[in-house]
């Protein structure tokens, strides 16, 4: 089948990527990004894109840096990120698409459904309008994506960036700290360079003008004491630019013909450092629905279900551990922009409901189907397989007594006593009844 995907970050390309494996004809739309930015990935991602087969793409990342933070004026350094310039992750990713789609330097302006098709305008580089037909559209234009209906926001956030020289003032690492007003992350990657970035309340259109927007960023960067001393000696590199950051879901991502992946269907506080994992884990899970809407249409509503579904749980796991972070910084509870993140979203009552054995939508080679699997509160859609494991068979193995441990584990269900082993151990955590 042919599809069109338009968008070349993260989200569009392993989308395309995992398409094309299941044996479609894939077109990627590839239009330069409106802002440019540095980010900081873990190893979840690192793994992601290898499982996506896009290894080639990791050679940008920068060797691992350690994380400092001052949340709630406590100094701490745990963990470690790698550091990317994202123009140069993005090329590196179009250029090993070049193996799966047809690039187009084009732009998609509008798409229309007409019967069973969708009719896409697209205005190329050289500023030529033309239409190309395909049985499915991917939107994964990032935040910006116009449209996709009703969405649930968080307050209006914005991020301040601007780059500096700093010569060997610091060695490579990121830097956390908060004030009245919000966060602020710098990032010192090798080379002398460096990248603060400050997260305030508001929108960027509201900061308009390149010298409003750097009196504003140079009196909130007084504001990081912290990070002022480790810039005390910096050079301001280039202008500020700003980002748009507002949490923000759709409540239907997916329709007949048209499925949004990525930021474009779940966009998340930056504070998260999740987005790229996320936009990764979402395209696995675009890719299955839309063969399935495709090429098995007697399970296209449970497609539909399934992708909707995981969209809204995905957001709102993740906006949840959100505010119980804001909430860990306690030194300015009724400041505007911590009391907004404080409260949002609105605590719902727990659901303390048991783990129980349901049947639900799975992802199954590159289709969704349904299948029996374990709900828990922390895991709300359901573990159907634990390292390749299947759970629900294996909880029955040693409820009747037929498995002792994970050798004959292992042996019963033909996986590596390891893995075996990985979900025996999860399965004791959960206390699942019979
Ligand atoms: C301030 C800030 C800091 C962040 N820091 C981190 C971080 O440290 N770590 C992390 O993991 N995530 C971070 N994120 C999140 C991360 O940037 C996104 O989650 C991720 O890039 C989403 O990938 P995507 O492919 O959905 O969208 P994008 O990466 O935004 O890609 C969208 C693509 O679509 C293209 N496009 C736009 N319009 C059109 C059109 N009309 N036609 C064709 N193409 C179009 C764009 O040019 C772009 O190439 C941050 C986000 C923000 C705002």
Same mark, same amino acid.
């Given at each position: 089948?042919?599809?069109?995907?338009?968008?070349?970050?993260?989200?569009?390309?392993?989308?395309?990527?995992?398409?094309?494996?299941?044996?479609?004809?894939?077109?990627?739309?590839?239009?330069?990004?409106?802002?440019?930015?540095?980010?900081?990935?873990?190893?979840?991602?690192?793994?992601?894109?290898?499982?996506?087969?896009?290894? !080639?793409?990791?050679?940008?990342?920068?060797?691992?840096?350690?994380?400092?933070?001052?949340?709630?004026?406590?100094?701490?350094?745990?963990?470690?990120?790698?550091?990317?310039?994202?123009?140069?992750?993005?090329?590196?990713?179009?250029?090993?698409?070049?193996?799966?789609?047809?690039?187009?330097?084009?732009?998609?302006?509008?798409?229309?459904?007409?019967?069973?098709? &969708?009719?896409?305008?697209?205005?190329?580089?050289?500023?030529?309008?033309?239409?190309?037909?395909?049985?499915?559209?991917?939107?994964?234009?990032?935040?910006?994506?116009?449209?996709?209906?009703?969405?649930?926001?968080?307050?209006?956030?914005?991020?301040?960036?601007?780059?500096?020289?700093?010569?060997?003032?610091?060695?490579?690492?990121?830097?956390?700290?908060?004030?009245?007003?919000?966060?602020?992350?710098?990032?010192?990657?090798?080379?002398?360079?460096?990248?603060?970035?400050?997260?305030?309340?508001?929108?960027?259109?509201?900061?308009?003008?390149?010298?409003?927007?750097?009196?504003?960023? !140079?009196?909130?960067?007084?504001?990081?004491p912290g990070i002022a001393a480790h810039l005390a000696k910096a050079t301001p590199k280039a202008p500020v630019f700003a980002r748009l950051s507002t949490a923000s879901a759709c409540e239907e991502a997916a329709r007949e013909?048209?499925?949004?992946?990525?930021?474009?269907?779940l966009a998340l506080d930056p504070l998260s450092g999740h987005g790229v994992f996320e936009a990764i884990a979402g395209a696995f899970a675009a890719a299955a629905t839309v063969n399935t809407m495709l090429c098995r249409p007697?399970?296209?509503?449970?497609?539909?279900?399934?992708?909707?579904?995981?969209?809204?749980?995905?957001?709102?796991?993740?906006?949840?551990?959100?505010?119980?972070?804001?909430?860990?910084?306690?030194?300015?509870?009724?400041?505007?922009?911590?009391?907004?993140?404080?409260?949002?979203?609105?605590?719902?009552?727990?659901?303390?409901?048991?783990?129980?054995?349901?049947?639900?939508?799975?992802?199954?080679?590159?289709?969704?189907?349904?299948?029996?699997?374990?709900?828990?509160?922390?895991?709300?859609?359901?573990?159907?397989?634990?390292?390749?494991?299947?759970?629900?068979?294996?909880?029955?193995?040693? !409820?009747?007594?037929? &498995?002792?441990?994970?050798?004959?584990?292992?042996?019963?269900?033909?996986?590596?006593?390891?893995?075996?082993?990985?979900?025996?151990?999860?399965?004791?955590?959960?206390?699942?009844?019979?």
């Amino acid at each position: 089948m042919r599809i069109i995907v338009a968008g070349s970050g993260p989200a569009g390309i392993v989308t395309a990527g995992e398409l094309a494996r299941l044996g479609h004809q894939v077109t990627i739309l590839a239009a330069p990004r409106s802002s440019d930015g540095l980010e900081g990935f873990s190893f979840r991602v690192v793994e992601g894109l290898r499982a996506a087969g896009l290894g !080639e793409a990791l050679a940008e990342l920068e060797a691992p840096v350690p994380r400092h933070s001052a949340w709630n004026g406590h100094a701490q350094s745990a963990g470690s990120e790698q550091l990317i310039e994202r123009t140069s992750f993005d090329a590196a990713l179009l250029a090993a698409a070049s193996r799966f789609a047809d690039l187009r330097p084009a732009r998609l302006a509008a798409a229309a459904r007409r019967g069973e098709t &969708i009719a896409a305008r697209i205005v190329t580089a050289e500023g030529a309008t033309t239409t190309l037909n395909a049985d499915f559209l991917i939107d994964a234009r990032g935040r910006g994506a116009p449209g996709g209906g009703r969405k649930q926001s968080g307050p209006a956030t914005v991020a301040l960036c601007r780059r500096y020289d700093i010569g060997n003032a610091l060695l490579p690492s990121t830097w956390l700290e908060t004030s009245p007003r919000g966060w602020a992350w710098l990032a010192v990657p090798e080379n002398g360079r460096a990248y603060l970035q400050i997260t305030v309340a508001g929108k960027p259109d509201a900061l308009s003008g390149r010298r409003q927007l750097d009196s504003v960023f !140079e009196a909130l960067a007084a504001e990081f004491p912290g990070i002022a001393a480790h810039l005390a000696k910096a050079t301001p590199k280039a202008p500020v630019f700003a980002r748009l950051s507002t949490a923000s879901a759709c409540e239907e991502a997916a329709r007949e013909r048209v499925l949004r992946v990525g930021d474009a269907a779940l966009a998340l506080d930056p504070l998260s450092g999740h987005g790229v994992f996320e936009a990764i884990a979402g395209a696995f899970a675009a890719a299955a629905t839309v063969n399935t809407m495709l090429c098995r249409p007697r399970d296209r509503a449970l497609a539909l279900r399934f992708y909707n579904e995981r969209v809204r749980s995905t957001f709102a796991a993740r906006v949840t551990s959100g505010r119980a972070y804001y909430q860990q910084e306690e030194r300015w509870p009724g400041a505007p922009f911590w009391s907004a993140r404080r409260n949002w979203p609105p605590e719902e009552a727990a659901d303390v409901s048991s783990p129980a054995i349901q049947r639900r939508p799975v992802i199954d080679h590159g289709f969704i189907a349904e299948a029996e699997v374990i709900v828990t509160p922390e895991e709300p859609r359901g573990v159907w397989l634990r390292d390749g494991v299947p759970v629900v068979a294996l909880w029955r193995l040693l !409820e009747s007594g037929a &498995i002792d441990g994970p050798e004959t584990a292992a042996q019963a269900l033909g996986v590596p006593v390891p893995a075996a082993a990985r979900a025996l151990a999860w399965l004791a955590t959960i206390k699942l009844r019979g």
